[in-house]
């Protein structure tokens, strides 16, 4: 008896750090969207059909993918193409609440086969454009929060991990980090990962403020 639990353990472990069968595990809260998502990563995506396809997201997030240092649009260039999947697919679904941005991606025009490519597409762009950088007034508080509290899933350098579909956060804009860490604090954002709510649920506003902070001012990075 014993045995076999251990083997079980054994078993879920080795699941779980193997980064295939961790891409293929349940990262969606439901399983139409994980079914959806799954079959979104087994799509091949296309860089150069991608970034025609990205024109119907140019509007808002800028030809360059750059996004705007006001915090009203991320930047996309370089993220991880299975975190530009699933967090469209969340905003597709309401899973991930952005009533603006939602009409362009229910429309039907735009198909899964349309965001397999926009995603390789994305994944592929240099990082380009300025950042919005945080004011740097209390970067020391932001490191120790960020190294205690964020970098075993967002890494040390900010490069997130493809395989458990966390963001690359590293020289994102500051304003749009402060306003994240603040609605998956307050439960706003929509699809926040539960663990990392837990952390950030007893962050004060000056916690939230140098936290956010400190990852606008980290290098652009990939792992
Ligand atoms: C009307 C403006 C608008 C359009 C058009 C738009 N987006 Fe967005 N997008 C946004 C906003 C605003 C956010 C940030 C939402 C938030 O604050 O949670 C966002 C967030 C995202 C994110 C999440 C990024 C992250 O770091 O979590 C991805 C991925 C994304 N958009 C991809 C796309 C793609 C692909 C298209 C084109 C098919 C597109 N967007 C079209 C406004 C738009
Ligand atoms: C257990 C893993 C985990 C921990 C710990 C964690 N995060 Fe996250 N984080 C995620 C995941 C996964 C997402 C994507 C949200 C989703 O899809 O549910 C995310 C998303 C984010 C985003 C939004 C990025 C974007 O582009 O929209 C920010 C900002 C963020 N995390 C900051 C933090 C900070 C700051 C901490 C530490 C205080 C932290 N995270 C701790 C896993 C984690």
Redesign the pocket.
């Known amino acids: 008896m014993k045995t076999l639990h251990a083997l079980l353990i054994a078993i879920t472990r080795a699941a779980l750090m193997s980064p295939v069968a961790n891409a293929q595990t349940t ?1 969606t809260t439901t399983a139409e969207g994980n079914n959806e998502l799954r079959a979104l990563l087994a799509t091949p995506g296309d860089a150069v059909r991608g970034k025609k396809a990205f024109s119907t997201c140019e509007g808002c997030h800028r030809k360059n993918a750059s996004g705007r240092s006001d915090g009203t649009i ?1 930047r996309l260039t370089g ?1 991880h193409s299975s ?1 530009i999947a ?2 469209v697919l ?1 905003i597709r679904a309401d899973r ?1 609440n952005n009533p603006s941005m939602q009409p362009f991606v229910v429309d039907p025009a735009f198909t899964m086969a349309k965001l397999a490519d926009i995603a390789a597409y994305l994944q592929s762009l240099p990082f380009e454009g300025s950042i919005g950088k945080g004011p740097g007034k209390d970067l020391s508080l932001g490191k120790q ?2 190294d205690r ?2 970098a ?3 890494g040390a350098n900010g490069a997130g991990d493809p395989a ?4 690359i ?1 590293a020289a ?1 804009h500051y304003r ?2 402060l306003r ?2 603040t609605a ?1 604090r307050d439960g706003s954002r929509g ?3 539960a ?2 709510v837990k ?2 649920q007893p ?1 004060t506003p000056a916690e939230i403020d140098a ?2 902070d400190y ?1 606008s001012q980290m290098a652009p990075t990939r792992p």
Do not use: A, G, T, W
């Open positions: 990262p991320p993220q975190v699933k967090q969340d991930r929060l960020y509290d964020c075993s899933c967002h458990k579909f966390n963001p956060v994102q749009y980090l994240e860490v998956i699809n926040s990962n663990e990392m952390v950030v962050y936290v956010s990852m």
